[in-house]
């Protein structure tokens, strides 16, 4: 009698450590790695180049956004704009946790260079979103719900 339970709690603990390790809910949407450069490089915003990939961190999927501008400036109209085609594109209710953006000047000959990034903390902020720095350089990571809501209104 003893062995049966024994039996049976070590087939629940399998079962739970199964069900809680398991792979994240949803899936991300994938096609949104080549539609959302298309539609960022398509749209009059100067920008030369653009790339998207998800990750997966733990059970979590977040979205990284890199852009190649013809300047060293993006303004909170323009960022306003980036964030409307990504959400748009992508879908407001995407499986996505954090959207990470970043740009580089592309005029530049290395835009690799940490001093060619382009600053999207201020024009972040100036649009509401709480100040959220990335590693310490220009780029921004923003909850994915914070950005569909701000595309929403």
Known sequence: MRRRIRI?????????????????????P?????????ALEGADLGILEAAASFSLD??????????RVDRDVISSDELRE???II????GEDADITHLGLSAADGTQPDTVDPEHLV?????????GFAESVERGNAGVSIAWDEVADFVRE
């Open 58 to 67: 733990g059970f979590t999927y977040n979205f990284r956004v890199t852009l």
């Open 30 to 38: 994938t096609e949104a790695e080549s539609t959302v450069p298309a």
């Open 8 to 28: 049976a709690l070590a087939l629940a603990a399998a079962s739970c450590m199964l069900v809680a390790c398991g792979s994240p809910a949803g899936d991300p």
């Open 82 to 84: 980036i964030l409307q």
């Open 119 to 127: 600053d999207l903390q201020r024009p972040a902020q100036e649009l």
């Open 87 to 90: 959400v748009n594109t992508t």
